[in-house]
């Protein structure tokens, strides 16, 4: 893209990138991504997110069409609240394999599993099952307590692994260095959560998809983010952007780098062209 060439699909992870840092949308990049749609140029919302977290956002910021959930898991229809693809769900039996290892590298730490039925809501699933000791860094109370046997016990769209006292980083490295190559290990957040996902299911995988649905090639997808989460779609994108604020990790594979989020770093750049 080149920084030039208008984009045909723009995609941009939620927290750290598309919200500030009261996690709301400002009224200048509410404004740039409606002239970005009116213009018809598709506007993904790519998060970490699991489906029930994005009508919320999607309403503010006028957004009908494609999310990519739960890092490239779950690819759900918001205009139409429904589930369009699962890839890459993790099975009971291996549930069961990564939770032993990962409780040998980070002794004391909690698991949750997010679960995805065919809504966001799906009144037939338990769409977040957390066991007695897991901390939840955002503190919203969310969550259904479980036993670990029930945890492991049913599919996955993603396993959550806390371990308060420890940051993120260190997290990773330990669960990275006890884990095979069955099993993809990111966070979207520093304060002491990882998130693991089947191998290969990113959210490049999951723009993919949406991209060839709209056939658009990756050259002329624009993503933002900010984490460790995004570096895949980053790199998969024609124009892979990396706010200010991003992670280092971020920040390397970044084409790149714009404001941050608390200073409308999105839309400083989409302003080039909407």
């Known amino acids: 893209m080149g920084g030039v060439e208008k984009p045909q699909l723009i995609a ?19 404004a740039v991504v409606r002239r970005a749609t009116d213009a018809g140029v598709p506007i993904v919302l790519a998060s970490g997110r699991p489906p029930r977290w994005i009508p919320a956002v999607a309403n503010e910021a006028g957004l ?10 779950v690819l759900y229809d918001i205009g139409a609240d429904r589930v369009v693809e699962v890839h890459g769900l993790l099975r009971p039996e291996l549930l069961i394999e990564v939770v032993a290892e990962v409780e040998k590298a980070l002794p004391g730490c909690g698991f949750a599993a997010e679960r995805i039925g065919n809504r966001a809501i799906d009144p037939d699933v338990r769409n977040l099952v957390i066991e007695h000791n897991y901390r939840n860094p955002w ?11 029930e945890i ?12 308060p006292g420890m940051s993120s980083d260190e997290m990773a490295a330990a669960v990275r260095a006890v884990l095979d190559q069955s099993v993809d290990v990111t966070f ?14 990113t959210k490049a995988t999951g723009l993919a998809a949406v991209a060839e649905r709209f056939d658009v090639p990756a050259e ?18 024609g124009h892979g952007v990396a706010m200010a604020n991003a992670h280092p990790a971020a920040r390397e594979v970044a084409d790149e780098i714009t404001g941050p989020n608390t200073e409308d770093g999105v839309a400083q750049i989409l302003e080039r062209w909407f």
């Open 12 to 30: 941009s992870d939620v927290d750290g990138t598309l919200l500030d840092a009261y996690e709301r949308l400002s009224p200048r990049t509410r």
């Open 64 to 73: 009908t069409g494609y999310a990519v959930c739960a890092n490239g898991a």
């Open 139 to 149: 503190g919203d109370g969310e969550g259904m307590r479980s036993s670990r046997a």
């Open 152 to 163: 492991t016990g049913h599919p996955a769209m993603k396993l959550l692994v806390s371990r």
């Open 188 to 201: 979207s957040a520093g304060m002491g959560l990882v998130e693991i996902a089947a191998h290969g299911i």
């Open 220 to 237: 002329r997808v624009i993503a933002f983010g900010d984490m460790p989460n995004d570096v895949a779609m980053l790199r998969w994108a």
